[in-house]
């Protein structure tokens, strides 16, 4: 089993908001993601997809929905995810990632939330209506169409 790292296109995690639950504020960044499963991505591979995600083509997509699908199917596979992600900066002279709700996985419900508000809040960036601190918009096209594309998240 696999698992790949990269970040969510049209996401944003905004600096300027403390989040009412986890009490931290955004990171500047896009959403991470980690794909799981047989498909993972390649180096260089764009995908629309801190999210567990698996690719709707993968052969284990059938029987992962949710997040207890994944230590049903998987187990073992959060735990090292988790660890990862607790330390995977360390190499770079960065402390040790700290998780709101000690380091819990979240249902398939919280965590389209947390998308559908990373969406938002990438849209606000980019019309303007709110400060994009130090992040740079120079690197996006200037023909740029806001399409809420987070909310074609279903059920499977």
Not at 12 to 30: L, M, Q, S
Not at 31 to 36: G, S
Not at 51 to 62: E, F, H, K
């Amino acid at each position: 089993m696999r698992c790949s790292r990269y970040e969510s296109p049209r996401t944003w995690e905004d600096p300027n908001v403390i989040h009412p639950e986890t009490k931290a504020r955004g990171d500047n960044d896009p959403l991470d993601v980690c794909e799981i499963g047989e498909l993972v991505a390649t180096t260089g591979q764009v995908k629309q997809v801190k999210i567990i995600v698996i690719d709707i083509n993968d052969p284990l997509a059938p029987r992962i929905n949710d997040i207890e699908d994944v230590e049903r199917h998987l187990p073992g596979l959060l735990r090292v995810t988790n660890e990862w992600f607790r330390i995977y900066k360390i190499p770079d002279g960065k402390p040790e990632n700290q998780f709101a709700f000690s380091g819990e996985c979240k249902n398939r419900k919280y965590a389209t939330d947390v998308v559908r508000e990373c969406a938002e809040a990438w849209e606000r960036l980019i019309i303007g209506k709110t400060q994009r601190g130090k992040i740079s918009l120079l690197v996006l096209p200037l023909n740029i169409t806001i399409k809420a594309t987070y909310t074609s998240i279903a059920p499977m």
